[in-house]
């Protein structure tokens, strides 16, 4: 599994977040939402730490981004990556 984030995506963090080097984010799975890969779950996102060896991860800038190896089920073998919906302000997750 490998993470990817846009140029856009990352600056929106940055900004929304207050993101500066050693801050980590943790996509999740979480229960409910409108998710399209796993039925009555959708993905979710936290300013959080890892706490062992994560599933996956990217770091740019000196921010990490990560998914735990618990919700690595969540995913089923896809890759993750996050873009901006310039139109919301929002990021948009694929599963591809």
């Known amino acids: 599994m490998n993470i990817v984030i846009t140029k856009k995506a990352f600056d929106w ?3 929304e977040l207050g993101l500066k080097p050693g801050d980590a984010i943790r996509f ?4 409910g939402g409108c998710g399209t890969v796993q039925k009555g779950f959708s993905l979710g996102m936290a300013k959080d730490e890892p706490t062992g ?3 996956a991860q990217t770091t740019i800038d000196g921010v990490t981004f990560f998914v735990d190896d618990s919700d690595q089920w969540y995913f089923d073998g896809r890759d993750l990556t996050v873009d901006l919906d310039e139109t ?3 990021p948009v997750f694929l599963l591809q």
Do not use: Q, T
């Open 28 to 31: 999740f799975a979480r229960y």
């Open 13 to 15: 963090y940055k900004r």
């Open 53 to 55: 060896e994560p599933a």
């Open 88 to 90: 919301g302000d929002e």
